[in-house]
T-cell receptor
Framework: SQTIHQWPATLVQPVGSPLSLECTVEGTSNPNLYWYRQAAGRGLQLLFYSVGIGQISSEVPQNLSASRPQDRQFILSSKKLLLSDSGFYLC?????????????FGEGSRLTVL | KQEVTQIPAALSVPEGENLVLNCSFTDSAIYNLQWFRQDPGKGLTSLLLIQSSQREQTSGRLNASLDKSSGRSTLYIAASQPGDSATYLCAVRSYNTDKLIFGTGTRLQVFP
């Protein structure tokens, strides 16, 4: 069966510090991968998605970036965090080439920027 | 631009009641619609996925319906239990996009 892992689960960082959140998927090949952010009192916002290694699409302009160094690994990064980057970050995957496919989420990473 | 709305935003009911949660979307050209459950501080758990060609899906006490022409989906929860307390989110995938557009959710509390 397929599983998705995110870490760290919780992170408290000062403004201006770097960020790295990692997501890995097991039990599937060539998944489509997604990073969402859920800010307090707001809905889920798609940040990045990837359909293959090195292929990243960005949905919103921001100081975050994403990379996919391996087939089942998706990393969310920042060189200098802003207060507004605080939120709950969720990684998700779905099977490739299946527009009818179901989306599955990880447990999330809660980032607090102070 | 697809927009997804969920009503009500919050709901508090006694145990045993049958519930209906509503989801509406503005663009009826969708591939599918997915219902999720989110417990506080946790990720999203997929509950039901309805393809555009389907009218409903059932899983245990849950039943989700889809009416594309009117841009609506409902999630029916039968015989609610305190363990059903969570936020319920619907999301749609439109044609020619790899994105799911989410509603802001319905926060459900079922009390004993």
């Amino acid at each position: 069966s397929q599983t998705i892992h995110q870490w760290p689960a919780t992170l408290v960082q000062p403004v201006g510090s770097p960020l790295s959140l990692e997501c890995t998927v097991e039990g599937t090949s060539n998944p489509n991968l997604y990073w969402y952010r859920q800010a307090a009192g707001r809905g889920l916002q798609l940040l990045f998605y990837s359909v293959g290694i090195g292929q990243i699409s960005s949905e919103v302009p921001q100081n975050l970036s994403a990379s996919r160094p391996q087939d089942r690994q998706f990393i969310l990064s920042s060189k200098k965090l802003l207060l507004s980057d605080s939120g709950f970050y969720l990684c998700a995957w779905r099977a490739p080439d299946r527009h009818t496919g179901e989306l599955f989420f990880g447990e999330g990473s809660r980032l607090t920027v102070l | 631009k697809q927009e997804v709305t969920q009503i009500p935003a919050a709901l508090s009911v006694p145990e045993g009641e049958n519930l209906v949660l509503n989801c509406s979307f503005t663009d009826s050209a969708i591939y599918n619609l997915q219902w999720f459950r989110q417990d506080p501080g946790k990720g999203l758990t997929s509950l039901l996925l309805i393809q555009s060609s389907q009218r409903e899906q059932t899983s245990g006490r849950l039943n989700a319906s889809l009416d594309k022409s009117s841009g609506r989906s409902t999630l029916y929860i039968a015989a609610s239990q305190p363990g059903d307390s969570a936020t319920y989110l619907c999301a749609v995938r439109s044609y020619n996009t790899d994105k799911l557009i989410f509603g802001t959710g319905t926060r459900l509390q079922v009390f004993p």
